[in-house]
């Protein structure tokens, strides 16, 4: 019983998006090759059609805010109050949920984005940092006279840091004993 109700709630779920024209809110919205011959768009306002290209000129995603029927809804408590033609309220995703430059268009004049999922939307090319990041590592090249090299001993004179690590063991000096630290505790004890 519990693995058929989680089954229909996601196919609840998946069958929204197929309710209201196909777009859900959140969607990134891609507009079609050809939307400048449509006619929804040519009744646009010319204010309208400049603020798109804007839009689309700046290079960020573009998300579904909103969505709303194109006609009001007669019994707004039926099943089949709602229509397939709807208007989305668009905005440009400036990252970070900050959306700027919203306003409602047709349905008609694009698809919903491919997503990989939610909230992984690609990464516009206007919003990466441009940056020398060098992914393949390169020798680097020691400078003698570099600060970063030179060390302080306490006296205000600069020298060279030794800087290479030993290739062979270090003899540790020491008088031969074999248990210096124990024998000094037990004399201590005393």
């Known amino acids: 019983m519990a693995k058929r ?12 998006r197929y309710q209201r024209g196909g777009f859900l809110i959140g969607d990134v919205f891609k507009f079609d090759d050809d939307f400048k011959n449509n006619d929804e768009y040519k009744d646009l306002g010319q204010n309208v059609k400049d603020f798109i290209d804007d839009m689309i000129e700046s290079g960020l995603n573009i998300k579904v805010v909103g969505i709303k029927d194109s006609t009001p ?13 709807t208007i989305l309220d668009i905005a440009l995703d400036n990252t970070g949920g900050r959306f700027t430059h919203q306003c409602s268009i047709p349905s008609g004049l694009g698809q919903p984005g491919e997503s990989p999922y939610p909230n992984l939307d690609p990464i ?4 990466r940092r ?7 590592p390169e020798e680097l090249s020691e400078d003698e006279e570099n600060l970063s090299n030179k060390t302080d001993h306490g006296d205000g004179k600069l020298s060279q840091t030794e800087r290479k690590l030993p290739s062979q063991n ?3 000096p020491s008088n031969g004993e074999a248990k210096p630290t ?9």
């Open 5 to 16: 109700n989680k089954f229909m709630s996601l196919f609840e779920s998946a069958m929204n």
């Open 73 to 85: 809804q007669r019994y707004p408590a039926g099943n089949n109050s709602s229509s397939l033609h």
């Open 124 to 127: 516009p090319d206007s919003a």
């Open 130 to 136: 441009k940056d020398r990041v060098n992914i393949k």
């Open 170 to 172: 270090t003899a540790i």
């Open 182 to 190: 124990t024998d000094a505790y037990m004399k201590g004890l005393k």
